[in-house]
């Protein structure tokens, strides 16, 4: 389904939301009702693909919106999707239905949605008492509450610094042309969206306030959500162990590609070569940190800005002049012409679809 970004309410995000649960419960009775024929399997991906379809408008438009009732209905909406998207694992009636199926009745693509959705039944707790695969049902459900909300906590969280006439050695006139107004006159504002604090933490010339920065880079909203994160981590732990994982890294591993032996595997290998060339350049970012603060010890604040200042010094490269080359459009002809020719499609403007800011540009994709 299409959704209307330009309009949306908290109203129609709250319609839309309902609309898309009670389509796809359709779906789950048509395939509780197929009694292990193979189409089991299709009205359950069908049912999934309602609910990810719906995904696209209210909790997408949760984290960029510009009216905060759209984005706070958008939140709801996410965490009404996520709970429903985790309980329905959850049903038995599912796992029967599911199990009933006969894997060599089916191919190809549904042959490895059938492994997928017994695996997640699985992982549900179907070969778990009662009692437990309720505790897990519960502990699920938190879950989704604590992320929603800790995700929420850090997009409606605004801080930053203001830079006055004297703080600004070393950035680009690009930059300081691209910040708003402080909170008083003559200053600058640098947020902690990225589009600033990068090329801040990468360009400033004020030690000092790249720490600063740094620092409330990386507390956004933790009175708030020290606690969420917290609970989270006990809540995912007790999950792992009620399904007999060793800890939570690898039950998120076992959806993924690779296992827990690849991975660990991998990472004995590429450990020691990596360690080694990280402390070569440490070192050489050392040399230059103590040529402008004697004695200082290198720092987090540190890594972007003088590994920006050894690009230039040793590979003559400044991001800055680079940028002159690659201009908003000429950038995204360029992003269209590489995955047009990859993936075998094209894109064409759509300046007549709705979106919800007048920044944003629609495109159609075309196989």
Do not use: C
Not at 154 to 176: N, Y
């Amino acid at each position: 389904m299409r959704y209307d970004l330009s309009s949306a309410t908290s109203d129609s995000i709250e319609l839309a939301t309902a609309a898309a649960i009670t389509e796809a419960e359709r779906h789950v009775t048509a395939a509780v009702a197929a009694d292990g024929d193979p189409s089991t399997v299709h009205h359950l991906d069908e049912a999934m693909r309602v609910v990810l379809d719906a995904g696209g408008y209210g909790p997408f438009l949760m984290h960029g919106d510009p009216d905060e009732s759209v984005r706070d209905a958008g939140a709801a909406a996410a965490e009404t999707l996520g709970k429903w998207t985790s309980d329905l694992v959850f049903r038995r009636e599912i796992f029967e239905a599911v199990s009933a199926v006969d894997p060599s009745a089916v191919t190809g693509l549904e042959a490895r949605s059938l492994d997928e959705w017994r695996r997640d039944l699985r992982r549900a707790g179907h070969e778990l008492s009662a009692e437990d695969r309720e505790t897990l049902r519960g502990l699920r459900t938190r879950l989704i509450e604590l992320e929603i909300a800790f995700s929420k906590n850090i997009a409606d969280f605004s801080d930053g610094i203001d830079l006055g006439p004297d703080d600004r050695a070393g950035l680009p006139g690009s930059l300081l042309e691209s910040l708003p107004e402080g909170s008083t006159d003559g200053t600058l504002r640098v947020t902690l969206d990225y589009p600033a604090y990068t090329p801040f933490m990468q360009q400033s010339a004020r030690r000092d306030l790249r720490q600063t920065l740094q620092y409330k880079f990386y507390n956004q909203a933790v009175d708030t959500n020290r606690p969420l994160l917290e609970e989270a981590i006990e809540v995912r732990t007790h999950i792992a162990d009620l399904l007999g994982y060793d800890d939570w890294a690898e039950h998120q591993l076992e959806t993924e590609m690779a296992d827990s032996g690849a991975v660990e595997e991998m990472y004995r290998s590429i450990v020691p070569g990596l360690t080694a060339r990280a402390r070569h350049e440490k070192a050489a970012l050392e040399t230059m940190l103590h040529a402008d603060a004697p004695g200082a010890v290198l720092s987090a604040w540190d890594w972007a800005y003088y590994d920006t200042q050894q690009a230039k010094a040793d590979f003559g490269v400044d991001q800055n002049e680079i940028a002159e080359y690659f201009p908003l459009e000429t950038t995204i002809d360029g992003m269209f012409e590489i995955t047009g020719t990859v993936f075998g499609i094209r894109y064409e403007p759509a300046p007549d679809e709705p979106v919800w800011h007048d920044d944003v540009r629609a495109y159609r994709v075309i196989d």
